[in-house]
């Protein structure tokens, strides 16, 4: 296929609306493979769809997702290392009729973070987290995160690690889903296009709930670093279907609404 062909295709597509309105088409800077992408035009889809381009404010983290505010085509805050959730806390009281979520991942949310996410849960905040599980650290370069698996080489467990001095990997979604402030929690991945749609069903779900107000909502994505954890990305994508969905098990651990209608 020439370049002028696929330019012509990209121009097309532009032209029959192929970006969501609250997706930029800018260049994204992450790294080849990975999923970060896919993630926010799944996010970026659930907002138009249900309407809230225009009242939509997204809360950036640190890490590679740093810059996710340059991506998404709506009013957007960049917040200090782990402080998101406080951040859209603030947002959400002050304008309560707009759609506000995060954007973290497990190092920034689930160890840096971890109070905050916490509290903001527990106080049943009416804002949406986005948390991108890839079970490491990324921008830093590859450090042990809370949620590496038992055994993983990482640039601060070099020959793995060990459950004795670190303790097992952290289950988010579990932990939120039995604070009283929740509403709905659900764990998806990224490592097919089944799985995705399946994310973007759970995004869209996280999306309603916090509009009709009924309290925090959390969307654990589980994710590639192929850069840190040196596979090529379709290698990477199979250890997340053959280690890590085996330890962090994808499904929708609260939901409010669901619960309310099997106790009726």
Request: aromatic residues 10%; negative net charge.
């Amino acid at each position: 296929m020439s370049e002028t062909t696929v330019a012509d295709k990209i121009k097309d597509m532009e032209q029959r609306n192929f970006y969501p309105e609250s997706l930029d088409k800018r260049k994204a800077h992450y790294c080849p493979g990975c999923t970060h992408g896919i993630a926010h035009r799944m996010m970026a889809e659930a907002i138009d769809e249900a309407g809230l381009h225009d009242s939509t404010v997204g809360v950036a983290s640190v890490g590679c997702s740093v810059f996710s505010f340059q991506y998404f085509n709506t009013d957007f805050i960049q917040s200090p290392h782990g402080r998101a959730p406080a951040v859209a806390t603030g947002v959400k009281r002050v304008r309560p009729e707009c759609f506000v979520f995060t954007y973290q991942g497990d190092g920034d949310l689930a160890a840096i973070g971890t109070s905050e996410f916490i509290w903001a849960a527990q106080r049943g905040e009416k804002i949406t987290i986005i948390f991108i599980n890839n079970d490491i650290y990324g921008m830093t370069g590859g450090q042990l995160a809370p949620t590496t698996l038992e055994g993983w080489k990482t640039t601060t467990t070099p020959f793995g690690r060990d459950i004795e001095s670190t303790g097992k990997p952290m289950r988010v979604s579990e932990l939120v889903a039995q604070l009283s402030g929740t509403a709905f929690v659900a764990r998806t991945s990224l490592h097919n296009p089944a799985n995705a749609m399946k994310t973007k069903k759970a995004i869209k779900k996280a999306v309603d709930y916090q509009m009709q107000g009924l309290g925090f909502t959390m969307v654990e994505i589980l994710s590639n670093c192929n850069t840190n954890w040196g596979m090529d990305p379709l290698t990477a994508m199979k250890r997340i279907e053959n280690e890590m969905v085996p330890f962090y098990p994808l499904g929708v651990f609260k939901d409010v609404l669901a619960d309310k209608e099997d106790q009726e």
